[in-house]
């Protein structure tokens, strides 16, 4: 090797380890390997996604670049999972033979935008080693001005008889049978069309004000004289049911979630005061991770104090072995808000690792990477100083993929080595592949600290010299669609 070339890779790579040992702390056993980091990315009037519209190829081209502008943002902070809202109110971001465009694509609904941006962004998420899950809001369907607006798909056109007037919107009728299946065509039709990682459910439950609901008389046809809250409770937890069933049937890896609200009903020191997912909105969310109709929920925490630590530990003691991830109200921080101090979310960050939950949700994405009284930095630099796995769904597969076969390295240039392996797939879909580099004497791969990146294609190419110098070993695993791994295929340097 030219001596030149040996000794400035030498120094820049010290450099990079001095850097880095400033930032992290040096004790990583508080980091999990398997943790949720998940943020709400809103289409609903362009909040977070898009400024720009498409109608035009510049317009097209600039939707794209704020995009990959907020997923690089989100990729260099940590986040492991994208909740992208694909129906918004009755009206969606994708090609759909059910409901129309959605207005904040092109500034008109039922416009085609000439791309299709839930395959783009499924792509670019992907390319980033991120999870992406469709947002799908389930029983609001849209403003009742709006309905002249939205076309000949509008649901005031093809299926006026399931709708209700309640306030200023029009909603879905959770008690009439038919919403069910129609709700879940919609969810398989997204199924179908992409590779999503997960269905992600907002607002399945009855609304604000739920006692004028005006549903009496699809409970007096259906209701056979149950009581009223349990009968829409069991309303809800149909359709929950029913989709669960059939997105299972299509794709058994698709992580189904939803964001419940946040206080799930009156615990023994505490009450709801008034608001709570079983009692208010007839959402038995707790109920659904008993009864295995649900994977994850991420329960729209947006509280302080005893609103927030008491319940939060109700979720994850009724969590039945899957995973919950509670929704932070990162967006109440903005001075417009509640103008909430810094600390506020730091201690519940804190508090949500420190009694085991799975993981943390964040509403929504515009608040993140605007770091947002520095919330962004913290994570990136402090709380999120090395990459995570999603939790495994062992409850819906628990098998782990074969081990990688080296095919191929090769010397690329001085210090590089290219690595290449055979792909990996269970089942007939393709694994996904995490790369680690360990200190020889401690192959540790369950410290995360130790993992370079999370790869989708079968091939690695890294510096040769820094894990000579460093005395490390390359280990590479592949991760299947249910979140297994496998055994780790163990590389020594050839430097």
């Not at 939707?63 to 999972?81: F, P, R, T, V, Y």
Request: charged share 25%; hydrophobic share 35%; glycine share 6%.
């Amino acid at each position: 090797m030219n001596k030149r070339i040996f000794l400035l890779s030498l120094i820049l790579f010290m450099a990079i380890i001095s850097s880095h040992a400033q930032i992290y702390p040096a004790d990583s056993i508080a980091y999990p390997k398997r943790e949720v980091r998940a943020v709400w990315l809103t289409t609903l009037s362009g909040l977070d996604w898009p400024k720009a519209k498409a109608t035009s190829e510049e317009g097209r081209k600039k939707q794209k670049e704020e995009l990959c502008d907020i997923l690089d943002q989100l990729q260099s902070c940590g986040i492991n999972a994208v909740f992208l809202q694909t129906r918004v109110r009755g009206s969606v971001i994708y090609p759909s033979q059910m409901e129309p465009w959605d207005i904040a694509l092109t500034g008109q609904f039922d416009k085609d935008p000439g791309y299709d941006p839930l395959s783009f962004a499924i792509e670019e998420t992907h390319r980033r080693g991120m999870e992406l899950h469709a947002w799908v809001v389930t029983i609001p369907c849209f403003k009742i001005a709006s309905a002249a607006k939205m076309g000949k798909k509008c649901l005031t056109k093809t299926h006026p008889q399931w709708l209700i007037k309640h306030s200023d919107s029009y909603y879905f009728d959770p008690g009439v049978p038919e919403v069910a299946g129609y709700l879940s065509d919609l969810c398989c039709e997204i199924v179908k069309k992409y590779d999503v990682d997960g269905l992600h459910f907002d607002y399945i439950r009855y609304p604000e004000k739920a006692e004028s609901f005006s549903d009496s008389k699809t409970y007096r046809e259906y209701g056979k004289k149950q009581d009223k809250a349990a009968w829409r409770r069991n309303n809800i937890t149909s359709i929950v049911q029913r989709i669960y069933r059939d997105v299972k049937d299509l794709k058994p890896w698709i992580r189904v979630s939803c964001s419940p609200v946040g206080k799930y009903n009156d615990i023994s020191r505490y009450s709801a005061r008034g608001w709570s997912a079983f009692g208010t909105v007839h959402q038995d969310a707790q109920g659904w991770l008993r009864q295995g109709i649900m994977d994850m929920l991420c329960p729209m925490m947006y509280f302080t104090g005893d609103h927030f630590y008491p319940f939060a530990s109700d979720w994850q003691e009724n969590s039945y072995g899957r995973t919950v991830a509670p929704g932070l109200g990162i967006y109440m921080m903005h001075p417009k808000e509640k103008d909430w101090d810094f600390g506020v979310i730091q201690r519940e960050l804190c508090y949500l690792r420190q009694e085991g939950l799975q993981g943390q949700t964040y509403f929504r994405s515009r608040f993140l990477t605007d770091n947002t009284k520095g919330l962004f930095d913290y994570l990136s630099q402090t709380y999120y100083p090395y990459p995570a796995l999603m939790p495994a769904m062992v409850w819906s597969d628990s098998t782990h993929p074969d081990k990688p076969i080296l095919q191929k390295r090769e010397r690329v240039d001085n210090v590089m080595e290219q690595l290449v392996w055979q792909p990996v797939s269970k089942a007939g879909q393709p694994c996904r592949y995490v790369v680690y580099a360990c200190p020889r004497e401690n192959m540790d791969i369950e410290n995360p600290q130790n993992i370079m990146c999370i790869l989708r294609a079968p091939e690695y190419t890294y510096n040769q010299l820094t894990a000579y110098l460093y005395n490390l070993k390359i280990a590479i695993t592949a991760l299947d669609r249910f979140g297994n791994e496998s055994e780790p295929l163990i590389l020594e340097s050839n430097f």
